[in-house]
T-cell receptor, first 115, second 113 residues
Framework: EADIYQTPRYLVIGTGKKITLECSQT?????MYWYQQDPGMELHLIHY???????EKGDLSSESTVSRIRTEHFPLTLESARPSHTSQYLC??????????????FGPGTRLTVT | QKEVEQDPGPLSVPEGAIVSLNCTYS??????FMWYRQYSRKGPELLMY????GNKEDGRFTAQVDKSSKYISLFIRDSQPSDSATYLC?????????????FGRGTQLTVWP
């Protein structure tokens, strides 16, 4: 089983609140990713990181921000939550620099509901 | 046109059935093809991985890639209730240093006893 953790698992919060979704991995992986997953839809890459102090936006426009101060930690922050942010957020990590299998290990996800 | 197309189902089969799951894609640069399995309230986990064309077998699971048709398949033999999950196809091109994956929408499978 992958050693990648996400907290909280479920979050219901009101509009306008600031929230941070936590993601940690103990595998020493350099690359980390955040995906957004809606029911019946593709996983959309919203942020990624090659390593410490490296963060990039993915394909899906997102109002969230990320930081990578430590290798094992890749939190995602929403400054002002809106109902349109309601979704499942999946964090993943991988080891190899784009070669071979390059398996991505996923956390269990955070299901966010903004009321 | 989406990069990866996958019929979301749902698919419901009796225990012991042979299940066929499929994806098509449009980007001819894709070289690595994966199937992820996602149980309810869990993150996806890698089930099968294939490089370029051909077949790969692992127990009851067989992955096939037909690059000429831009079509990949996952076959599950002797399906079990424990196979009930959402199956996501994913693909990557050889030149990606990020290891960027392009996912299908997932097919929801239920195997009933």
């Amino acid at each position: 089983e992958a050693d990648i953790y996400q907290t909280p698992r479920y979050l219901v919060i009101g509009t306008g609140k600031k929230i941070t979704l936590e993601c940690s991995q103990t595998m020493g992986h350099d690359k980390m990713y955040w995906y957004q997953q809606d029911p019946g839809m593709e996983l959309h890459l919203i942020h990624y990181s090659y390593g410490v102090n490296s963060t990039e936006k993915g394909d899906l426009s997102s109002e969230s921000t990320v930081s990578r101060i430590r290798t094992e930690h890749f939190p995602l922050t929403l400054e002002s939550a809106r109902p349109s942010h309601t979704s499942q957020y999946l964090c993943a990590s991988s080891e190899f620099p784009g070669q071979g299998t390059d398996e991505q290990y996923f956390g269990p996800g955070t299901r966010l509901t903004v009321t | 046109q989406k990069e990866v197309e996958q019929d979301p189902g749902p698919l419901s089969v009796p225990e012991g059935a042979i299940v066929s799951l499929n994806c098509t894609y449009s980007n001819s640069a894709f070289q690595y093809f994966m199937w992820y399995r996602q149980y309810s309230r869990k993150g996806p986990e890698l089930l099968m991985y294939t490089y370029s064309s051909g077949n790969k077998e692992d127990g009851r699971f067989t992955a096939q890639v037909d690059k000429s048709s831009k079509y990949i398949s996952l076959f599950i033999r002797d399906s079990q209730p424990s196979d009930s999950a959402t199956y996501l196809c994913a693909m990557k091109d050889r030149g990606s240093t990020l290891g960027r994956l392009y996912f299908g929408r997932g097919t929801q499978l239920t195997v009933w006893p």
